[in-house]
């Protein structure tokens, strides 16, 4: 009986000490829901790695292996769609901690990523991610991984979802990237490669906390600083030192113009527009990137709250106030006018009085805000987006109209063409609901990215799904006047033209004679032509430096043509410059006198072939006749020669095709608009869709509207640059026009090559420097090709073809010297689309990024 009685107790002792352990677990929501019981025969393994250079910020990839037993319960979920519920338990086990919402801003995934192949015994689940570190402060999950940011130490952390506590970790990899790791707990096992340290943690019931610190270099840290204070304001007030700058010296030309003898009406008006859009844009860029730098300040200094909700509020009347000063600066007609009154009504009225639609003064969309608050603040938000397009097209209008892009009006031909309603308005709500459209589509795509493991069928789903929609609602003028004013640029463009054509005829040969119109030409380059560098380390304050630079080289290749261009040989004789010879009545003497030196020439090559006595004869009455066509007139009318290294072809092609600077100007830049075309096509592939350019295009706001503006300001570049070529045609050094192609081409590289050896010291990658570099100079020597045949257009009709014309300008030698550089240049335009290679792109704008990656959670 005692035996009975001492077993009978021991049993219950057991059951006593086994009972509240086994309900513990069975109470364990991660045992519970995703059955980790069903995990201890799967193996994983797990990786991190970190690529420093060739970009700006550091990339961080990583990668999630498991080897799924087809005894776990729910291994057939994880075939299914990536929408069903089942999917979604299945795969937040491996990937996730036990949360319905939990949602990742930071975390991006390759497309296709999850995998899962099905493999012996089970599944093999590949899970990769990747992000960037961009900031100093706070923490993101990537994967498995939990990745602390700081300005001189970041840190790696292996924390694994709950779901996967019980599996075989098989092996764990962290690759900092150089200079290497500068602690690692525990210590690892053995190592692979240069830097690449690794666990293999055989035999443990749990995953080791792997704890790993790296101390980046220096640009990679100083470039993760996006949140902080100092750095975010140098470089916001770098980016617009640049416009003051170039309002700096729109004022000095237009001083200039003002005090220049003789100034004409035209000339007067150009100068007070300069001078007028000069403080126009000062005004703006301080509203607009001036209000970043205040509202830092102010969420730093005083309740981050407070200033966070009125920069909400004050972003409406900023952008309806800069819309107007552009509406006013286009003066169009009243019924255009009425149209920015009728738009600008609504917003004054969500500004002024929120609490009348039911909105907050914050004007913040909560999920219980009624239905005409949200109406409300969608009307004012598409009223103050359709204001500023239309202020933008009236000022583009303006110019381009005082540039002669515009025809003058029909009914009357000497009156300038208004901007119609009719026609702006129709344009303008399309651009506005096409441009709130493809916003509204990215923020339900990147909601969907980081909501794609979340539990739809939770109440608190589409609680927090609206308010994101609503939250992004909010801001969507702040976004927008932050993209829309970049282009602010073909504004000042079309301004510095207008001026240099009011003053078109004062010079013959070149727009850089006149000191006056020599500011506004050398201005002309960088705002339209010159590549906008000068960003280092993700910081924009040397970007004024960039601006200086651009003309520096233009003038530099201005003075170093100096005497060295055909026109600036001297005539035999009288020793005059032989371009003050060449005046517009010549032109049709010129040109038949290089027609028959061109004849003569090709008789002569012909002869060669005979060499009989009357071959030799014939030869020398045509060297007497070609030393004839060399006669030439002083200005004055003396009796003179041409310079014996100058030909009469050369002096036609060094006429360009029309009698003045302006005129080469107008018809290079038709043409280069004409070579832009597949050259814009190339580098907008490479720049905005190529690679991972394309997945932030369309996870950015106004990334889609970006790529349409892309090309405009490409093409808008090629035609700049066809008229820099033209308008420099005489003044330009090499004998054709692909010679004096290089100069242009020359002083567009000058300034990118500084920048280059910056990236390179900064060890930032070249991104597409040498690509468009290269495609600058293959447009400008098709068009330089293109203006030397167009000089002999009037002999047109008398070839079978261009192509035939050309031979006859060019003859065969210097031909086939040309064709062979034109394809040198494509060969290596492929070789740069091939060499320079996807370097994985930089992170996505944040303005989708309302919680958790920069204050230290995820949720």
Not at 59 to 88: C, F, I
Request: hydrophobic share 45%; with cysteine; proline share 5%.
């Amino acid at each position: 009986m005692k035996s009975r009685a001492a077993l009978l107790t021991l049993v219950l002792v057991l059951c006593a000490l086994l009972w509240p352990a086994r309900a513990g677990a069975a109470g364990d929501p991660v045992d519970q829901g995703c059955d980790t019981a069903g995990l201890d025969k799967a193996k994983a393994s797990a990786s991190v790695r970190l690529s420093h250079g060739g970009r700006i910020h550091t990339k961080v990839t990583a990668r999630l292996r498991v080897h799924v037993p087809s005894s776990w319960k729910q291994a057939k979920s994880l075939l299914m769609d990536e929408d069903t519920d089942e999917y979604e338990t299945a795969m937040g086990c491996l990937t996730r901690p036990y949360e319905n919402q939990l949602r990742w801003w930071n975390e991006w995934r390759p497309d296709g990523s999850p995998w899962v192949k099905p493999e012996k015994g089970g599944f093999e689940v590949t899970f990769d991610t990747f992000s960037w570190i961009d900031d100093a402060t706070g923490w993101f999950a990537l994967g498995p991984w939990k990745v602390e940011r700081g300005v001189a130490r970041w840190g790696l952390l292996f924390e694994p979802a709950p779901g996967l506590h019980r599996v075989d970790w098989t092996k764990i990899l962290v690759d900092p990237g150089d200079p290497g790791a500068a602690s690692a707990v525990p210590k690892p096992t053995t190592k692979e490669g240069a830097t690449a340290l690794v666990w293999r943690p055989k035999g443990e019931k749990a995953p080791p906390s792997v704890v790993v610190r790296i101390a980046p270099e220096w640009p990679r840290s100083f470039a993760a600083q996006d949140d902080r204070l100092l750095f975010a304001n140098v470089s916001t007030a770098g980016g617009s030192a640049w416009t003051f700058v170039a309002c700096g010296i729109l004022l000095y030309a237009a001083g200039k113009v003002r005090r220049r003898a003789g100034i004409t009406g035209d000339e007067e008006r150009a100068a007070r527009t300069l001078s007028d859009w000069a403080w126009l844009s000062a005004g703006l860029v301080i509203a607009v990137s001036g209000d970043e730098i205040f509202f830092r300040l102010a969420r730093a200094l005083a309740s981050e709250e407070d200033w966070y909700d009125r920069e909400q509020r004050l972003s409406l009347p900023i952008t309806l106030g800069a819309a107007v000063l552009l509406l006013a600066f286009g003066r169009p007609r009243r019924p255009v006018a009425w149209a920015g009154a009728v738009l600008a009504a609504p917003v004054l009225a969500v500004s002024c009085a929120p609490h009348w639609f039911g909105l907050p003064t914050s004007l913040e969309l909560h999920v219980g805000a009624p239905d005409r608050a949200v109406y409300a603040l969608f009307v004012a938000h598409g009223c103050v987006a359709a204001l500023s397009l239309l202020g933008f097209a009236a000022a583009v209008w303006r110019t381009a109209r005082d540039c002669g892009l515009v025809p003058p009006s029909r009914k009357a031909p000497n009156a300038p063409r208004d901007l119609q309603l009719r026609y702006a308005g129709p344009a303008v709500v399309i651009g506005t609901a096409v441009i709130g459209a493809c916003y509204a589509m990215t923020v339900e795509r990147d909601w969907r990215r980081i909501s794609w493991l979340s539990v739809r069928w939770d109440p608190a789903y589409d609680r927090d799904h609206l308010d994101d929609i609503r939250g992004d609602l909010t801001w969507f003028t702040v976004n927008f006047q932050n993209w829309w004013f970049w282009y602010h640029w073909l504004i000042t463009g079309l301004v510095v033209l207008a001026a240099l054509r009011a003053a078109r005829a004062r010079a013959i040969e070149s727009p850089v004679e006149e000191s006056e119109d020599r500011w506004l030409f050398l201005l002309f380059f960088p705002v339209l032509v010159g590549l906008a560098l000068g960003a280092f380390g993700n910081n924009a304050l040397l970007e004024p430096v960039w601006l200086v630079l651009n003309m520096a080289a233009l003038y530099l290749v201005t003075v170093a043509a100096r005497s060295r261009t055909v026109l600036d040989h001297v005539l035999e004789t009288t020793r005059e410059r032989l371009g003050d010879t060449v005046t517009a009545h010549r032109r049709r003497d010129v040109l038949g006198r290089a027609r028959r030196y061109r004849e003569i020439h090709a008789m002569m090559r012909r002869l060669e072939a005979g060499q009989s006595d009357d071959d030799i004869l014939q030869r020398r009455l045509l060297e007497q006749e070609v030393r004839g066509l060399h006669t030439w007139t002083s200005a004055s009318g003396t009796p003179d020669r041409l310079p014996s290294r100058v030909s009469v072809v050369d002096v036609a092609l060094a006429m360009g095709p029309r009698d003045t600077w302006w005129g080469n100007g107008c018809r290079a830049a038709l043409i280069a608009c004409f070579f832009g075309l597949p050259a814009t096509a190339v580098v907008v592939w490479s720049g905005w869709i190529r690679g991972d350019n394309w997945r932030a295009n369309l996870y950015y706001g106004f990334g889609l509207p970006d790529i349409v503006a892309g090309f405009v300001s490409w093409q808008a570049c090629w035609i700049g640059a066809g008229f820099v070529l033209g308008a420099l045609w005489r003044r330009l050094p090499g004998r054709r026009g692909p010679v004096k192609a290089l100069a242009v081409a020359a002083a567009f590289a000058l300034p990118a090559g500084v920048a280059a050896a910056g990236y390179f010291f900064m060890d930032e990658g070249y991104g597409d420097i040498g690509l468009v570099m290269l495609t600058m100079l293959f447009v400008l020597t098709l068009t330089g090709i293109a203006l030397d045949l167009d000089i002999f257009q009037g002999e047109r009709r008398f070839w079978q073809s261009r192509f035939g014309l050309l031979l006859s300008i060019y003859q065969m030698r210097y031909f086939s010297l040309q064709l062979a550089y034109l394809v040198a240049q494509a060969v290596a335009l492929v070789t740069l689309w091939q060499f320079f290679a996807d370097t994985g792109g930089g992170p996505p704008p944040k303005e989708f990024e309302g919680g958790g990656s920069g204050g230290g959670s995820n949720g």
